[in-house]
């Protein structure tokens, strides 16, 4: 079953995929004013420091949810959603 698990993680990745490439398409869209050849470089550092990290978030994510199964994962995800929906009502 763990390598189903690993599989639907990776599809869900995928999935997620375009939404990113067009949400990063409209960001540049939106902020043409602002962009310039000086801050090409920037830009170009931030998308691969963005990229080497995705990785390493993504094959560790893969590599957990193939060995430990969805559970701890949607219990965290549970747990941290909850702190910060108490952050917000305590914040406000």
Known sequence: MS????????FSFFLAVPAMLGAAVYDLYK????ISVDNATMIAIGFVVAFICALFVV???VGFVSRHGFGVFA??????G???LALLVLLR
Do not use: F, S
């Open 82 to 84: 909850g702190v910060a």
């Open 59 to 61: 094959r560790t994510l």
């Open 31 to 34: 902020n043409r004013a602002i």
């Open 3 to 10: 390598g189903a698990h690993a599989e639907a993680t990776q």
């Open 75 to 80: 219990w965290y995800r549970i747990v941290l």
